[in-house]
């Protein structure tokens, strides 16, 4: 393993009651790095983020390697998670409204993480760091809202106080998963300077869950594209938008929105479009998932799974035409 891979994930598979909605996840983090797990509903991106925090629902089998600093995180009991899960690894989670317990204050909420994951004793100190991390935030008068409840705060002030909570056990990774999709327009570019912010300051990696193409290239350093429970293609986030390896990378930012000026006719063209359907977790494929939808499609791509092709600057692809498309 290279010295600064932080998060290596290796052949991730999950099974939940029949369905496989990961399919050999190959993933990689750099220390101090940002990466962005872009996808469809249904792709698999949210489930990444839960099989890192060991939060997989009941019945769920995980498969491969998730190597944490070289330590595999799918091996560890629940006890060895503890010590790991808010510590050295936190996350926020996609709506605050929920994730905020609603009925205790936030100040209660906070002095908690800060009393069991860093074991500080002293009240006076626990509140102290408290507020300076509801000022850091950027919440208004942090005094004051520290015997708020959450729902006496707003949706953006909600989820500055869920940044908060994951920040207080000071973690080397944060997860963020759609972090801003249930917040304003206006809102959600306050959480994403925010975030961008923070992790420079504190020197932190981050994985930021999204299926907005534009958010993801805004925060992240590295992009990682996922269709249907696989990581089709990862690589530097200038390079997979400029210059995209994987077939459905390519149709993906095709069907973008763009300003495309009318024709004189008053006509707009067409957004492109990937025929066909998102096969289902249930299905058994063996080929590449990508395979029915593919405008270079070969017969080989439906009976022998693409494996990793690893190119320069650390850009990956499954695809079996892999650098020549």
């Given at each position: ?134 000022k850091e ?34 973690p080397e ?28 300051e504190r ?123």
């Amino acid at each position: 393993m290279l010295d600064d891979r932080m998060l290596d994930i290796r052949g991730l598979t999950l099974d939940i009651h029949g369905a496989r909605p990961l399919r050999e996840i190959d993933l990689v983090l750099k220390k101090g790095k940002s990466l962005g797990v872009v996808g469809e509903s249904g792709s698999g991106k949210s489930l990444t983020a839960l099989s890192i925090m060991g939060l997989l629902p009941n019945g769920a089998v995980a498969q491969g390697q998730a190597l944490w600093k070289g330590r595999d995180l799918l091996a560890l009991t629940e006890d060895q998670y503890r010590t790991i899960r808010g510590r050295e690894i936190a996350m926020i989670f996609q709506d605050p409204m929920s994730s905020l317990n609603p009925s205790f204050t936030v100040g209660f909420q906070i002095d908690e993480v800060l009393k069991i994951k860093m074991g500080i004793r002293n009240a006076a100190e626990r509140r102290a760091r408290g507020l300076s991390l509801l000022k850091e935030v950027g919440i208004p008068a942090p005094e004051e809202r520290w015997n708020s409840y959450p729902h006496q705060m707003s949706g953006g002030m909600s989820q500055r106080v869920s940044i908060a909570m994951a920040l207080a056990s000071e973690p080397e990774l944060l997860i963020a998963d759609e972090p801003t999709t249930a917040l304003d327009v206006t809102v959600q570019a306050q959480i994403l300077e925010l975030l961008r912010r923070l992790i420079h300051e504190r020197h932190m990696s981050m994985i930021f869950v999204t299926h907005d193409l534009a958010v993801a290239a805004k925060v992240c350093d590295e992009i990682a594209v996922f269709y249907a429970g696989v990581a089709v293609e990862q690589g530097p986030s200038e390079m997979v938008f400029e210059t995209p390896r994987h077939p459905y990378t390519q149709a993906l930012l095709r069907a973008r929105p763009t300003k495309i000026q009318a024709s004189s006719e008053g006509r707009r063209p067409r957004l492109a479009a990937i025929p066909g359907s998102v096969p289902r977790s249930t299905e058994q494929i063996a080929g590449c998932v990508f395979a029915s939808r593919c405008e270079k499609v070969m017969e080989s791509c439906f009976t022998k799974r693409p494996p990793v092709a690893e190119g320069a600057n650390s850009r990956k692809s499954r695809c079996l035409l892999q650098g020549d498309q």
